[in-house]
């Protein structure tokens, strides 16, 4: 019975932010991601967060822009996204692992819980 609902996106010019955010039940003490696929492209990682909220992880594309953290008492995890881009326009999903903790950002195939996506659209 886990739900990851993600909220928060929308439209925005380039050089605007955005905060998602994905709050989580029947999941805890997780690694949790963010994940993006453009139409035609490959789902691509963003960002993951250790279950105790001291180890983050970027995409080279994001890193300095995007800032992940995580509320436990709320359990739930959130993108800060700043200076967003024209290219950062995807559908955005929140993903949860099956390990407690992790050391990288991973592939789509590290995660095991998935989120109905929110879409981010950014225009020039």
């Known amino acids: 019975q886990v739900q990851l609902v993600e909220s928060g996106g929308g439209s925005v010019q380039a050089g605007g932010s955005l905060r998602l955010s994905c709050a989580a039940s029947g999941v805890m003490n997780k690694c949790m991601g963010w994940f993006r696929q453009a139409p035609g492209k490959e789902r691509e990682g963003v960002a993951a967060?250790?279950?105790?909220?001291?180890?983050?992880y970027y995409s080279d594309s994001v890193k300095g822009r995007f800032t992940i953290s995580r509320d436990t008492a709320k359990n739930t995890v959130y993108l800060r996204m700043s200076s967003l881009k024209p290219e950062d326009t995807a559908m955005y999903y929140c993903?949860?692992?099956?390990?407690?903790?992790?050391?990288?950002?991973?592939?789509?195939?590290?995660?095991?819980?998935w989120g109905q996506g929110t879409t981010v659209t950014i225009s020039p």
């Open positions: 993903a949860a692992r099956a390990t407690f903790g992790c050391n990288r950002l991973g592939t789509e195939y590290d995660y095991t819980y």
């Open positions: 967060i250790s279950s105790g909220g001291s180890g983050t």
